[in-house]
């Protein structure tokens, strides 16, 4: 059975477990000085999604930056696929494969990081709680770190 181009760029894209997430990030293209803002929308082993309004092309080196976090963390890696999107308009979904292993770590650190901080802003909004970020680790860390996905 032959393998199309269409089949074996949809295996790259699930080519690693997802975890879905939304969280700002700025996406900075390798040799460009403007980083458009976008969200992240899934991270896994391997790599993650994002969505933009910059159309990135495969091969593209991008580093990620995720601005709502304190501490200045980013991602580095080479798109593999970008495709536009229906809805909304002018908008770009962008699948990122991390250059090497130390980007996978990084990628779980960063994502443990965003679920903290969307604890965080939900016992805000829902409940009028106004945690530190070491509060909301806390809480989050024995409410939800054992069922975290591995």
């Known amino acids: 059975m032959k393998v199309t181009p ?29 980083a458009p803002e976008g969200e992240a929308r899934d991270i896994g082993h391997g790599g993650m999604a994002f969505v933009s309004e910059q159309r990135f092309s495969p091969g593209d080196l991008v580093t990620v930056q995720y601005p ?6 980013s991602l580095r890696g080479e798109i593999v696929w970008c495709r536009p999107l229906e809805s909304p308009p002018a908008l770009f979904a962008s699948g990122l494969r991390f250059l090497d292993e130390a980007m996978h770590f990084r990628a779980r650190l960063v994502e443990q990081i965003c679920h903290i901080e969307a604890y965080r802003e939900t016992q805000k909004r829902t409940h009028d709680r106004d945690l530190s970020p070491r509060e909301a680790a806390a809480e ?6 054992a069922r975290f996905p591995r």
């Open 6 to 34: 269409e089949a074996k760029r949809g295996t790259e894209r699930r080519g690693f477990i997802r975890h879905a997430l939304a969280v700002p990030v700025r996406c900075l293209k390798e040799g460009h000085a403007h």
């Open 68 to 73: 709502s976090i304190d501490r200045a963390e």
């Open 140 to 145: 989050w860390i024995a409410r939800y770190a």
